[in-house]
T-cell receptor, first 113, second 115 residues
Framework: GDSVTQMEGPVTLSEEAFLTINCTYT??????LFWYVQYPGEGLQLLLK?????DKGSNKGFEATYRKETTSFHLEKGSVQVSDSAVYFC????????????FGKGTRLHILP | DVKVTQSSRYLVKRTGEKVFLECVQD?????MFWYRQDPGLGLRLIYF???????EKGDIPEGYSVSREKKERFSLILESASTNQTSMYLC??????????????FGPGTRLTVT
């Protein structure tokens, strides 16, 4: 079945460092790919998404490119801030009658001032 | 903005009690979902619903039931709460479509403790 694997955390970086959180997926079809973020004490919110191969999603300085050849959707940010400290979830939704989303286990990110 | 609200942020119940968790969305979404979130396990789907009065089991439905009497409201019911149901519960909603394009919108979560 479909699945998402993302790097385990926690990831600890200093402010202004470059961030990469790796995500790879397995899917039978042509999924849409998402990154969600969960700030402390809150629910998940969509950070960015890409619906087809080679699409780049971007938001709040974060970017991820849908790479079909490597089945990856790595999250990157050039210069992180303390306010980026959160848990990040990679996810996919495959096409078909089922509207379910499959989530990775999440990566906790700590940014030190 | 889409808004998904959950009835309580924090809830403490005793073993054996019947527990109701309520979720309401204001965007006329057909799809609604209940997840639980546990450290190291990520999000696990309990139940979902594609329309009023219909429900589908997710990955971990045991010990839970749901009710969807109105389009905007989706309730999760713990018939007899147990300590292993202590968790964060998240509700979500989305448009239908089968394209996979539509993201889910989440509520703030209910942290349930069963003692």
């Amino acid at each position: 079945g479909d699945s998402v694997t993302q790097m385990e955390g926690p990831v600890t970086l200093s402010e202004e460092a470059f961030l990469t959180i790796n995500c790879t997926y397995t899917a039978t079809g042509y999924p849409s790919l998402f990154w969600y973020v969960q700030y402390p004490g809150e629910g998940l919110q969509l950070l960015l998404k890409a619906t087809k191969a080679d699409d780049k999603g971007s938001n709040k300085g974060f970017e991820a490119t849908y790479r079909k050849e490597t089945t990856s959707f790595h999250l990157e940010k050039g210069s992180v801030q303390v306010s980026d400290s959160a848990v990040y979830f990679c996810a996919l939704s495959d096409r078909g009658e089922d509207d379910k989303i499959i989530f990775g286990k999440g990566t906790r990110l700590h940014i030190l001032p | 903005d889409v808004k998904v609200t959950q009835s309580s942020r924090y809830l403490v119940k005793r073993t054996g009690e019947k527990v109701f968790l309520e979720c309401v969305q204001d965007m006329d979404h057909e799809n609604m979902f209940w997840y639980r979130q546990d450290p190291g396990l990520g999000l696990r789907l309990i139940y979902f619903s594609y329309d009023v009065k219909m429900k589908e089991k997710g990955d971990i439905p045991e010990g839970y039931s749901v009710s969807r009497e109105k389009k905007e409201r989706f309730s999760l019911i713990l018939e007899s709460a147990s300590t292993n149901q202590t968790s964060m519960y998240l509700c979500a909603s989305s448009f239908p479509g089968g394209t996979g394009h539509y993201e889910q919108y989440f509520g703030p979560g209910t942290r349930l403790t069963v003692t």
